[in-house]
T-cell receptor, first 115, second 111 residues
Framework: DAGITQSPRHKVTETGTPVTLRCHQT?????MYWYRQDPGHGLRLIHYSYGVKDTDKGEVSDGYSVSRSKTEDFLLTLESATSSQTSVYFC??????????????FGPGTRLTVL | QQQVKQSPQSLIVQKGGISIINCAYE??????FPWYQQFPGKGPALLIA?????SEKKEGRFTISFNKSAKQFSLHIMDSQPGDSATYFCAASKGNYKLTFGKGTLLTVNP
């Protein structure tokens, strides 16, 4: 998984509680992404980061926030989890250096269940 | 608006057969078309990718065919093996380092 770890790998939480998922990379890649994967929807981009403290929204950003205080870590926060946020969350990284910015490498995923 | 449409949703092929998965896109600004392979419980992994300046790219048993005028591209898996059983995603990018994914195809290769 290209030097990407996600934590926790599994989490069960209750509606209304805050949840933070962590993505850590050892590749020094500039870009980091958070996706959610749901049956019948494929992979949908939540937020992405193009550098430390530089982030932008994806197509399904409502209810999620992100932070990136250093190159290797990208945090995804659900301020008040809802059952519709039950999903598998993937982090990905890419590096524009050498013209390979479109090639994304994915982490192992976090399975989140909101009861 | 679904920018990348993938079909079929599921596919069953016999060992040794050819698996074909198709994708169609709408945005002519897309200029990078990767395919990802995902095994259960794992993250997607890049399988093969193509840019629109070529019509075909082959890597081992995997081939991408690209038709720019029709705005379509497809993945062909020759001599399909049970180990190829996985979910396959097509994607597209318009040079902004963001990928738009198709909804995926679950491939089952029977022994």
């Amino acid at each position: 998984d290209a030097g990407i770890t996600q934590s926790p790998r599994h989490k069960v939480t209750e509606t209304g509680t805050p949840v933070t998922l962590r993505c850590h990379q050892t590749e020094n890649h500039r870009y980091m992404y958070w996706y959610r994967q749901d049956p019948g929807h494929g992979l949908r981009l939540i937020h992405y980061s193009y550098g430390v403290k530089d982030t932008d929204k994806g197509e399904v950003s409502d209810g999620y926030s992100v932070s990136r205080s250093k190159t290797e870590d990208f945090l995804l926060t659900l301020e008040s989890a809802t059952s519709s946020q039950t999903s598998v969350y993937f982090c990905a990284i890419s590096d524009p250096a050498g013209g390979r910015g479109d090639t994304q490498y994915f982490g192992p995923g976090t399975r989140l269940t909101v009861l | 608006q679904q920018q990348v449409k993938q079909s079929p949703q599921s596919l069953i092929v016999q060992k040794g057969g050819i698996s074909i998965i198709n994708c169609a896109y709408e945005n002519t600004a897309f200029d990078y078309f990767p395919w990802y392979q995902q095994f259960p419980g794992k993250g997607p992994a890049l399988l093969i990718a193509i840019r629109p300046d070529v019509s075909e790219k082959k890597e081992g048993r995997f081939t991408i065919s690209f038709n720019k005028s029709a705005k379509q591209f497809s993945l062909h898996i020759m001599d399909s093996q049970p180990g190829d059983s996985a979910t396959y995603f097509c994607a597209a990018s318009k040079g902004n380092y963001k990928l738009t994914f198709g909804k995926g195809t679950l491939l089952t290769v029977n022994p």
